[in-house]
């Protein structure tokens, strides 16, 4: 079955510490992306990735870093930076249909 | 900048009623538009998109929607609903904003169906 995995689906992290965030595809789309949702304000994207090697900020990526080392893994980093980092986190890709954006299933991050 | 404006945080109905759900969207440019089902604690679904051509949208789980481009509106709806499309909703656009294809969301809508 081809789609977007995420792992895991809970996660918590310490004071201090940076955590990852797993995002794997297998629908051979060029792009990724991740998000951030919290209630009541929609999603927000943290960074997009267009190609291999490849990746540019969104509206809220201070305290994030990405990496995009292979087209089919997009992982995100939440450092110790992010004094706020509490959130469901969506990973989407997008291939050649035009526009259209896939979800993974999500990961939810606690702070202990 | 592009902007999307879900005016119902919340929309209650009963089973086999009908519903429509806002969205309200500002552009200066050509925008595609979308929108989405979230289950709780899952990622999204499309429900449906509009890029081009017919303006009224036929989507899954019987859902469509109209693109108003004089109201620039996409409203959802769905002439009987049933229980278990009770979810959040959200409506998004995307444009050609100069590289890539981000989405914008609304804050979302969540349908309550009640028995």
């Known amino acids: 079955d081809g789609g977007i995995t995420q792992s895991p689906k809970y996660l918590f992290r310490k004071e201090g510490q940076n955590v990852t965030l797993s995002c794997e595809q297998n629908l051979n789309h060029d792009a990724m992306y991740w998000y951030r949702q919290d209630p009541g304000q929609g999603l927000r994207l943290i960074y997009y990735s267009q190609i291999v090697n490849d990746f540019q900020k969104g509206d809220i990526a201070e305290g994030y870093s990405v990496s995009r080392e292979k087209k089919e893994s997009f992982p995100l980093t939440v450092t110790s930076a992010q004094k706020n980092p509490t959130a469901f986190y969506l990973c989407?890709?997008?291939?050649?249909?035009?526009?259209?954006?896939?979800f993974g299933p999500g990961t939810r991050l606690l702070v202990l | 900048a592009q902007s999307v404006t879900q005016l119902d945080s919340q929309v209650p109905v009963f089973e086999e009623a009908p519903v429509e759900l806002r969205c309200n969207y500002s552009?200066?440019?050509?925008?595609?538009l979308f929108w989405y089902v979230q289950y709780p604690n899952q990622g999204l679904q499309l429900l449906l998109k509009?890029?081009?051509?017919?303006?009224l949208v036929k989507g899954i789980n019987g859902f469509e929607a109209e693109f108003n481009k004089s109201q620039t509106s996409f409203h959802l709806r769905k002439p009987s609903v049933h229980i278990s499309d009770t979810a959040e909703y959200f409506c998004?656009?995307?444009?050609?904003?100069?590289?890539?294809?981000?989405?914008?969301f609304g804050t979302g809508t969540q349908l309550k169906v009640e028995l």
């Open positions: 989407a890709s997008k291939g050649q249909e035009k526009e259209t954006q896939y």
């Open positions: 552009s200066s440019v050509s925008v595609y």
């Open positions: 998004a656009v995307s444009g050609p904003t100069g590289g890539g294809n981000k989405l914008t």
């Open positions: 509009y890029l081009s051509g017919s303006t």
